[in-house]
C-alpha cells in the first residue's frame, strides 16, 4: 500500500462507541492522522470525499434493507474493507430482535409504527459482503485498531491475538474467577482482545471480543450447569453483544431447546 | 554449564535434621535480614481469593490461619482452626513469573539517519527472596534450569535472576487433593535446592541449612538449638503431608504409553472437554514457552521486541509457512501432554511434571491429566 491510504470510515446500525474509540486514541490520533489520508469521517469531520478508498473501516450492523443497498456501495469503493466491533462482526447487541418479533417491538415502542422500516434481523456486515479483515471488540481496543492501520501502511501481518482472554489473565496474575470464586466466565472461549478487564474486577469475561476461533462453548455451558448456574442466566450470557455469532447462537440456543424439552 | 548458588546439596546428610530452630517471634526477623540485603521478598499472600506469590514486607500479610480446598477446576480460602503461616499448599502463582516473566521487553529498536540502531535491553536484575517456596516447586525449578540453563542456549533473563534469587524453602505439613508429588517423587519433604528450609511446628520453624548462601544467612538469625519436641512436630507434620498426598499416578512406561498412541480415541474424547484456553500450560511451573513480537508505532521509527509467554493450545502457536499444523483441540492437548510427560524425556531426561496439581486446580472445565492418562492407560490393550 502506498505511504497515504485513504481512509473512509462507514457507520451503520450502532452506539458509535468504536468510532469514539478511535477518537479516544489521543495519543496514536495525531499519527493516525499524519499516516493516513481520513477521506470519509463524518463523525469527525465535515471533509466527506467520495471513494475509492483504500481501507474502509465499517461500524455497525446491517438492520435497514437501506443499509443492505448501501453496504454493497460501500464494499465497491473499497480496497480494503474491515469490519470494527460486534456489531458489525455479529450482529451487535440489537442481534437480539432476532430471537424475538421485531415488528411488535416496533410497535410497542414507536407512536407511529407506519414510518419505522426495518428488517427482521440485524446481522453482519460479512452476511452481505466480503470482509477482509474483523476487528473485534465491543468496542474495540484502539490499540488493536491503530496496530492494524499500521500494519497495513507497513504492508505486513496485522498482530491481533487470537488466543482466548485466559491467556491474559494468566500473564497478569489475574486470579480465575471461575475456579476461585465459582463466577460465571466467557473467558475460556472468548478472543483476547481488552486485557482481560472484567476478571481483574472480579466479574466474569462478557465474551465482548466474540469467540475464540475452534472454541468450546459446550463444554464451558455444561461445566458452569454443572457449578450450578442456571441454564437461564446462561442463556443471556451467551447472548449478547456478540450472541449472534455462530458459536455462542449455537451453545445458547442449545440450552434454551433443553429448558423447553425440561419443561 | 551454569549452576546457581542455590543447587548445592547438603555435604553432611545430618543437616536435614531439624537441628536449629527460629522462634515464631522470629520470623520477621528473616524477612528483615533478607530486605536489609537488598532483596525484594516474594511471598505468599491472599488476593482475589487465592493464595498469590506478591512482595511482602511483613509477617502480617502472610495468610496466617487460612488454608486451601483444592478440586479439580476448583480453589477456595478456609479459615484453619490455628494461626500457622504456611498452612496451605501451591496455588495459582508459581515462581516462574518471577524468574521467567510473563511480558519482557528483550530488545528496542529505532530508525536513524544511519538506519535502523538496534540495542538490546537486559533491564535491571531483580534481586529476589522467595519465601515459602514448596518440593514440587524446587523440582520445577531444576526442571526450567535444565532448560534454560543447561543446553546450547542460555537464557540471560532467566539465569541472571535465578542467580540472585535466596530460595527459603517451606516443607509441606498437609497436601490438597490435587497434589501428586509422592508419585512424581518430588515432594513433599525438600531435599535440595534451597538455601534455607523451614518446617513449621506450632512454636516457630525448624530450619535446615541448604547451601553457602544459606549459612551466611542462618549465621545472622536468632536461631537456637532445636528440642526434640520441635524436632518431632517438624516430622510429624511432613509425615502428615506425605500421608494426605492420596492422589496417585501410575507414571510406569509412561513415554511410551502417550508416544505409541497418538491416535487413541480417548484423545477426541478430552477435546469433547477441552477449551484450549492454555491455563494449564498458563499455571504449570515447568512449561517454557514464549512467543517473541515485535510492537512497532504508527510512524514505523520506534520498534520494541517483546517476549510473552505463549502456549501450545494456541492456534496460531503452531502456525508455520502459511498453515497451522495442530489445527483442532485434539491435536493440541496431544501436545501439552505427550510433551510434558513424554517427549520431555526424550528432550531433557525428565519428566516435565512434578506432580504439583495446579494444571488440575486451574483448568476451568477440572480436567485432570492423571486421570487422563489412566482412562488411556485402561482402554490400551498392552
Ligand atoms: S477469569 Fe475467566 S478469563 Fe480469566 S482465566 Fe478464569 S475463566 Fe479465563
Ligand atoms: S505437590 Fe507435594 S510438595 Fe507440592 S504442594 Fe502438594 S504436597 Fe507440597
Ligand atoms: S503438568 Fe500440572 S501437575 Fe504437572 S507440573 Fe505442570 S501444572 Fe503441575
Ligand atoms: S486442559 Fe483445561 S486448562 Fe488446559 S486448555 Fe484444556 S480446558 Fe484449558
Known amino acids: 500500500m502506498s505511504a497515504k491510504p485513504r481512509l473512509g470510515v462507514f457507520k451503520f446500525a450502532s452506539c458509535d462507541g468504536c468510532q469514539l474509540s478511535l477518537l479516544d486514541a489521543e495519543d496514536e490520533l495525531l499519527a493516525v492522522a499524519g499516516a493516513v489520508d481520513i477521506a470519509f469521517f463524518p463523525e469527525a469531520s465535515s471533509r466527506m470525499e467520495p471513494g475509492p478508498y483504500d481501507v474502509a473501516l465499517v461500524e455497525g450492523s446491517i438492520t435497514t434493507a437501506h443499509d443492505a443497498e448501501r453496504i454493497h456501495e460501500v464494499r465497491r469503493e473499497s480496497k480494503f474493507l474491515m469490519t470494527i466491533g460486534a456489531c458489525a462482526t455479529a450482529g451487535g447487541i440489537q442481534a437480539l430482535r432476532n430471537w424475538g418479533d421485531s415488528e411488535e417491538f416496533v410497535r410497542a415502542v414507536y407512536a407511529h409504527p407506519e414510518y419505522i422500516q426495518t428488517l427482521a434481523t440485524s446481522t453482519a456486515i460479512a452476511d452481505h459482503v466480503k470482509v477482509d479483515f474483523e476487528l473485534r471488540g465491543c468496542p474495540i481496543n484502539h490499540h488493536q485498531l491503530v496496530e492494524v492501520l499500521a500494519s497495513l501502511i507497513a504492508g505486513r501481518k496485522p498482530r491481533t491475538p487470537t488466543h482466548a482472554v485466559c491467556l491474559d489473565c494468566k500473564r497478569k496474575g489475574t486470579v480465575c474467577v471461575t475456579v476461585a470464586q465459582g463466577i460465571a466466565c466467557l473467558g475460556p472461549v472468548t478472543q483476547s482482545g481488552c486485557d482481560a478487564i472484567c476478571p481483574s474486577y472480579d466479574r466474569g469475561c462478557y465474551g465482548c471480543y466474540g469467540p475464540l476461533k475452534q472454541a468450546n462453548p459446550t463444554s464451558l455451558a455444561d461445566h458452569l450447569v454443572q457449578l450450578n448456574h442456571p441454564p437461564a442466566q446462561l442463556v443471556p450470557l451467551f447472548r449478547s453483544f456478540n450472541g449472534y455469532a455462530e458459536e455462542f447462537r449455537g451453545v445458547g440456543d442449545g440450552m434454551e431447546r433443553r429448558m423447553k424439552d425440561e419443561g | ?382
Open chain 2, 1 to 382: 554449564m551454569s549452576t546457581t548458588t542455590t543447587q548445592t546439596s547438603p555435604a553432611d546428610p545430618s543437616a536435614l535434621d531439624d537441628r536449629l530452630f527460629l522462634a515464631r517471634d522470629n520470623l520477621q526477623a528473616l524477612i528483615d535480614l533478607l530486605v536489609a540485603q537488598g532483596h525484594q521478598v516474594i511471598g505468599p499472600k491472599i488476593d482475589q481469593g487465592a493464595i498469590v506469590y506478591t512482595e511482602i514486607q511483613s509477617v502480617d500479610e502472610l495468610p496466617r490461619g487460612w488454608t486451601d480446598i483444592q478440586q479439580p477446576g476448583q480453589y477456595r480460602l478456609e479459615k484453619r482452626n490455628d494461626d500457622a503461616y504456611f498452612g496451605f499448599v501451591v496455588g495459582p502463582h508459581s515462581w516462574k513469573r518471577y524468574l521467567f516473566p510473563p511480558i519482557t521487553t528483550i530488545a528496542v529498536a529505532d530508525q536513524t539517519p544511519q538506519g535502523w540502531e538496534m540495542r538490546g535491553h537486559p533491564g535491571p536484575t531483580p534481586k529476589y527472596a522467595f519465601l515459602g517456596v514448596r518440593a514440587c516447586e524446587l523440582a520445577a525449578m531444576r526442571v526450567q534450569d535444565r532448560v534454560f540453563l543447561e543446553g546450547p542456549y542460555v537464557d540471560p533473563i532467566y539465569q541472571s535472576r535465578r542467580e540472585e534469587a535466596v530460595i527459603i524453602a517451606v516443607n509441606c505439613t498437609q497436601a490438597a487433593a490435587t497434589c501428586f508429588c509422592t508419585s512424581m517423587k518430588t515432594g513433599p519433604e525438600c531435599q535440595s535446592g534451597f538455601d534455607l528450609a523451614l518446617t513449621e511446628t506450632a512454636g516457630g520453624f525448624t530450619v535446615v541449612i541448604g547451601s553457602t548462601r544459606g549459612r551466611a544467612l542462618a549465621e545472622q538469625l536468632p536461631l537456637r538449638p532445636a528440642v526434640a519436641e520441635e524436632q518431632a512436630a517438624a516430622r510429624a507434620g511432613r509425615e502428615r503431608a506425605e500421608q494426605q498426598v492420596t492422589k496417585q499416578f501410575d507414571t510406569t512406561d509412561i513415554r511410551d504409553l502417550l508416544l505409541k498412541n497418538l491416535n487413541h480415541p480417548h484423545w477426541a474424547d478430552v477435546a469433547e472437554r477441552c477449551l484450549s484456553c492454555t491455563n494449564c500450560t498458563m499455571v504449570c511451573p515447568t512449561c517454557f514457552c514464549s512467543s517473541v513480537v515485535d510492537v512497532g508505532d504508527l510512524a514505523g521509527e520506534h520498534v520494541e521486541r517483546e517476549r510473552r509467554w505463549d502456549s501450545c493450545f494456541n492456534l496460531d502457536f503452531s502456525y508455520m509457512n502459511g498453515g497451522v499444523i495442530r489445527n483442532d483441540v485434539r491435536s493440541r492437548y496431544r501436545q501439552w501432554l505427550t510433551h510434558k510427560l513424554a517427549s520431555w524425556i526424550d528432550q531433557f531426561g525428565q519428566s516435565g511434571c512434578v506432580g504439583c496439581g495446579r494444571c488440575i486446580t486451574w483448568c476451568p472445565v477440572g480436567i485432570d491429566l492423571t486421570v487422563e492418562v489412566a482412562a488411556l492407560r485402561s482402554e490400551t490393550a498392552v
